[in-house]
């Protein structure tokens, strides 16, 4: 029986100048979900951001009452729009500070850099208790202080032990009661601003995964 040479299997490469083209598959440029190393770079630009506006909303405070012609009676005006630019830097520094994380950890999907985010307000907000903690304000600034503050006149007014405290009365106690209460809500609010400032950040620094093939394909020769 005669073979024919030319003859060749189906699922075997053909001859000539053609050229089967490689698999392309896509490859990710990052692998861990965490970087640390941005979520530092973040957060050490979300404090000097917040104290860099922190100053700046003293200044003109301060400013403010030099230039007065009644500073006794502006200064508690003053010092609520001082405790409320202290809310508004905070956001500004961690919108910043978002974004940087974002934008130092290279392309990544967005729910890693909403991930990389939180953990940035979170270790911002364990840095501001330990600077608190140590009568230093932190990031949190005012906020966090007349938190800290309002708790410890309550404590001393007598809110936690009533019975020691018998020279108290009850208008002082409501008013302490309330000033705390007050102090707390905004700390927890502010909080979750943050939260959601810094979330803004890192969703518009986000730079979406680039995929790459791992083999150019391979051309047609003529």
Not at 10 to 29: C, F, I
Not at 174 to 189: E, L, V, Y
Request: charged content about 10%; cysteine-free.
């Amino acid at each position: 029986m005669a073979i024919n040479i030319g003859d060749q299997p189906r699922d075997s490469q053909p001859l000539g100048n053609y050229v089967e083209p490689a698999v392309v598959g896509p490859s990710q440029e990052y692998h861990d979900i965490v970087r640390w190393g941005p979520i530092f770079a973040g957060l050490f630009t979300a404090i000097a951001t917040q104290l860099v506006l922190g100053a700046l909303g003293v200044a003109v405070g301060l400013t403010t009452i030099a230039n007065s012609g009644a500073p006794r009676s502006n200064l508690g005006d003053v010092g609520s729009a001082v405790g409320i630019w202290s809310i508004i830097s905070l956001l500004i520094a961690l919108f910043i500070g978002g974004w940087v994380t974002a934008r130092a950890a290279g392309p990544m999907n967005k729910s890693s850099a909403l991930l990389n985010a939180t953990i940035l307000w979170a270790t911002t907000l364990a840095i501001s208790a330990w600077l608190l903690s140590a009568g230093v304000s932190g990031a949190f600034g005012i906020v966090a202080s007349n938190a800290g503050d309002a708790i410890g006149q309550a404590q001393q007014g007598g809110l936690t032990l009533p019975d020691t405290a018998p020279n108290v009365t009850a208008d002082q106690t409501r008013d302490t009661a309330g000033n705390a209460a007050k102090a707390g809500w905004s700390f927890f609010i502010g909080s979750l601003l943050a939260l959601a400032a810094a979330l803004f950040g890192a969703s518009t620094g986000t730079r979406s995964v680039r995929t790459n093939s791992k083999y150019a394909p391979a051309k047609a020769r003529v």
